[in-house]
């Protein structure tokens, strides 16, 4: 009797954490009804972290945890998590306005497929600023910036793998290979290091400044994000906010949508310097910088105190392999970034680039492939 | 034979256990090691530097009277140096000499040219084993899934010598300071402890019984400093581990209360940045040394 209770309870409690987005599969119900078998359930205590420890397995999803478990079985009021209307709005339009092709949007002509541009039509694309661009030509752009954030940069793992042209003997086939020459290791086996993906980071002001910027920055982080594992993207603002699972999924519209509602500091002011306290604090921290290129996207124009982003810049380039920052400012010839924010960030970064076109994005590219480290005191 | 594996029937037992092995758990903790022992499942421990995952699972074998196996993992950690290796000098040192007839494979890649790693000891073994996976978040994706196959059967196939199946299940620890989160399929097969810092109560506790000889107060008021210290914007904030050590830095001084003087001179023991220590220079530090004082004083 009492059994099948526990079973109905704990069944329908793992229902009500896929609800609120914790992942709970059959074998963890499973698990979490032995581990109640072994504790005492007159204890709350017990049977609190008897559940947690058998349904949750991520440090971010103990907070959930925590209310769904004060509301399921403590009868507690649920604190719904709430997305402020005018944010995802704001979003909406947004994303409407970059990526469908319909509405008020031009229907772009047969025989305008970005594969059968003209030379030179083509060339032009390449220069336009993003800010110029009509939805049509935008479109046509997000093919070309796929193949653009394929690049990666890359280094040597630790692993090594067989290679004919390695620096390491491989004695496990060079003993089999021996065998047939009674002991002398006549034909060499060779291994080498693996070459793998550098860790990236990419941090991208979506800030009211960057408005004409960041919408195509946002498709080109996409496009990186899905090139791969080993990728991290934030959006920054007035504060930070994580990008990688939103801009993971498949579907860029999709994904778009969701990457803006989560940067809910769309249109406001620009607080780079606490935005990298954060990252370095939260994110630093857990090593996430550590060893990899870090991509700043921003115009540098910070609101509040440039010494703190001195400091911030200093703790991050001392924890990255490469500091990159992309300014779309730096487009126009006559840019001299003299902005207190920019000034202050510089002495840290390593390549300073525009970002405000396709070529200049090809540029990025071609600088993450081939970055190396600068060789600074 | 060796003895059956030491049981506990109750939390409270196992807590007692691991009290006597010098280890103060937290009710969460001693639930979890308990919970991995009772369903036969790993258990992943992850939280901060310093807040004592490794120390668990050695407080865990000494409860449970086991051999305590650590493999420390690193990037590029493969199979040659986490399960086992062939012992190549050895093999063909034995072609040489068997010059006349000649060797066959099987006879070269036999039980006695199998150099043992951690893994494969934790598994081919007869005892009761605690197998500690250390840092797993720093080994590469690579091993991880090489380390599911292992922790789901509990079972290693070496290709020359067939498949060899735990007679005994090691109680198995990893820990994890989230450098990088691990792979969904390893979590499914683990039970999962966060450890915070601990209470004011039970840091003062764990220091008194670290650090032989160290008053109530001064245990009290370093605890309470570096609880204050955690609640600052540190890159590495202080774990047990730091207030221990201070403990003892401030005890073979012997010191009785702490004050700005001393504390500047010990700060290194806590904290292990140069921006970390300038942070706290002056106000900030006279301040928390306040409170650390009043709060002892209570």
């Known amino acids: 009797?009492?059994?099948?209770?526990?079973?109905?309870?704990?069944?329908?409690?793992?229902?009500?954490?896929?609800?609120?987005?914790?992942?709970?599969?059959?074998?963890?119900?499973?698990?979490?009804?032995?581990?109640?078998?072994?504790?005492?359930?007159?204890?709350?205590?017990?049977?609190?972290?008897?559940?947690?420890?058998?349904?949750?397995?991520?440090?971010?999803?103990?907070?959930?945890?925590?209310?769904?478990?004060?509301?399921?079985?403590?009868?507690?009021?649920?604190?719904?998590?709430?997305?402020?209307?005018?944010?995802?709005?704001?979003?909406?339009?947004?994303?409407?306005?970059?990526?469908?092709?319909?509405?008020?949007?031009?229907?772009?002509?047969?025989?305008?497929?970005?594969?059968?541009?003209?030379?030179?039509?083509?060339?032009?694309?390449?220069?336009?600023?993003?800010?110029?661009?009509?939805?049509?030509?935008?479109?046509?752009?997000?093919?070309?910036?796929?193949?653009?954030?394929?690049?990666?940069?890359?280094?040597?793992?630790?692993?090594?793998?067989?290679?004919?042209?390695?620096?390491?003997?491989?004695?496990?086939?060079?003993?089999?290979?021996?065998?047939?020459?009674?002991?002398?290791?006549?034909?060499?086996?060779?291994?080498?290091?693996?070459?793998?993906?550098?860790?990236?980071?990419?941090?991208?002001?979506?800030?009211?400044?960057?408005?004409?910027?960041?919408?195509?920055?946002?498709?080109?982080?996409?496009?990186?994000?899905?090139?791969?594992?080993?990728?991290?993207?934030?959006?920054?603002?007035?504060?930070?906010?994580?990008?990688?699972p939103d801009l993971a999924t498949r579907d860029p519209e999709a994904a778009l949508a969701r990457a803006t509602v989560t940067a809910v500091d769309w249109g406001s002011g620009t607080r780079i310097g606490s935005s990298l306290a954060e990252f370095n604090a939260v994110y630093g921290r857990r090593a996430l910088s550590r060893g990899a290129v870090v991509v700043i996207v921003s115009d540098g124009w910070e609101r509040d105190d440039p010494g703190l982003l001195e400091r911030e810049m200093a703790k991050l380039a001392r924890a990255a392999y490469a500091v990159v920052w992309v300014n779309p400012l730096k487009g126009n010839p006559e840019y001299q970034p003299l902005a207190g924010g920019m000034r202050c960030a510089l002495p840290f970064v390593d390549r300073f680039l525009p970002g405000h076109n396709l070529r200049s994005l090809e540029e990025l590219a071609a600088v993450l492939a081939g970055i190396e480290r600068r060789h600074a005191a | 034979m060796y003895p059956p594996a030491v049981m506990f029937r109750t939390i409270d037992e196992l807590e007692e256990a691991l009290r006597k092995a010098d280890y103060l758990p937290d009710r969460g903790l001693s639930t979890a090691l308990f919970l991995s022992l009772a369903l036969e499942k790993p258990l992943l421990l992850e939280g901060e530097a310093g807040v004592g995952k490794t120390e668990a699972a050695k407080a865990l074998a000494t409860a449970l009277?086991?051999?305590?196996?650590?493999?420390?993992?690193?990037?590029?950690?493969?199979?040659?140096?986490?399960?086992?290796?062939?012992?190549?000098?050895?093999?063909?040192?034995?072609?040489?000499?068997?010059?006349?007839?000649?060797?066959?494979?099987?006879?070269?890649?036999?039980?006695?040219?199998?150099?043992?790693?951690?893994?494969?000891?934790?598994?081919?073994?007869?005892?009761?084993?605690?197998?500690?996976?250390?840092?797993?978040?720093?080994?590469?994706?690579?091993?991880?899934?090489?380390?599911?196959?292992?922790?789901?059967?509990?079972?290693?196939?070496?290709?020359?010598?067939?498949?060899?199946?735990?007679?005994?299940?090691?109680?198995?620890?990893?820990?994890?300071?989230?450098?990088?989160?691990?792979h969904d399929a390893l979590k499914r097969r683990a039970l999962f402890h966060w450890i915070g810092h601990p209470s004011l109560e039970r840091e003062v506790e764990i220091v008194r019984l670290r650090v032989p000889g160290i008053s109530q107060r001064l245990a009290e008021e370093a605890a309470a400093f570096v609880r204050g210290l955690r609640g600052l914007d540190l890159a590495k904030p202080p774990g047990v581990?730091?207030?221990?050590?201070?403990?003892?830095?401030?005890?073979?001084?012997?010191?009785?209360?702490?004050?700005?003087?001393?504390?500047?001179?010990?700060?290194g023991s806590v904290l292990k940045y140069r921006e970390d220590i300038e942070a706290v220079r002056d106000e900030t530090l006279v301040s928390l040394i306040e409170e650390a004082r009043a709060t002892a004083k209570r």
């Open chain 1, 1 to 244: 009797m009492q059994g099948t209770a526990i079973v109905r309870h704990v069944v329908t409690f793992g229902r009500v954490l896929r609800e609120v987005g914790i992942e709970v599969g059959p074998g963890r119900v499973l698990d979490a009804l032995r581990s109640l078998d072994a504790v005492d359930l007159t204890r709350q205590e017990d049977v609190y972290f008897a559940l947690r420890q058998t349904l949750v397995s991520r440090h971010d999803e103990l907070e959930l945890f925590d209310r769904a478990f004060a509301a399921w079985f403590m009868r507690g009021p649920i604190a719904p998590l709430v997305r402020h209307k005018h944010q995802r709005d704001h979003a909406d339009r947004l994303v409407q306005g970059s990526l469908t092709t319909g509405g008020d949007a031009a229907e772009p002509e047969p025989g305008d497929d970005p594969i059968e541009l003209g030379a030179s039509e083509h060339e032009l694309l390449r220069e336009k600023d993003f800010a110029e661009m009509t939805p049509e030509e935008f479109e046509r752009c997000r093919v070309l910036m796929t193949a653009i954030a394929r690049i990666r940069p890359r280094r040597a793992s630790r692993r090594r793998a067989p290679d004919p042209r390695g620096d390491r003997i491989d004695m496990r086939r060079l003993v089999r290979r021996s065998l047939r020459t009674g002991g002398d290791p006549v034909e060499p086996a060779w291994r080498a290091r693996k070459v793998v993906p550098r860790k990236l980071v990419v941090l991208c002001d979506v800030s009211g400044s960057m408005d004409a910027y960041s919408r195509a920055l946002l498709l080109f982080l996409h496009s990186v994000v899905g090139s791969g594992r080993g990728v991290e993207a934030f959006g920054f603002g007035t504060r930070l906010t994580r990008l990688t």
């Open chain 2, 241 to 267: 581990a730091e207030t221990i050590d201070w403990g003892q830095a401030l005890a073979a001084l012997g010191r009785e209360e702490i004050d700005a003087e001393v504390v500047e001179q010990t700060l």
């Open chain 2, 65 to 182: 009277s086991a051999r305590l196996i650590r493999l420390q993992c690193y990037e590029g950690l493969d199979v040659s140096h986490a399960v086992y290796e062939w012992n190549y000098p050895r093999q063909l040192l034995h072609i040489r000499a068997a010059q006349e007839g000649t060797v066959s494979e099987d006879e070269l890649f036999g039980p006695e040219f199998l150099i043992r790693r951690p893994l494969l000891e934790a598994i081919d073994s007869d005892e009761q084993v605690v197998l500690l996976i250390d840092e797993v978040d720093r080994a590469d994706e690579e091993f991880e899934a090489f380390l599911l196959e292992i922790l789901s059967d509990f079972q290693i196939t070496i290709p020359e010598l067939g498949t060899i199946k735990a007679r005994r299940k090691p109680a198995v620890v990893l820990t994890s300071n989230r450098t990088r989160e691990l």
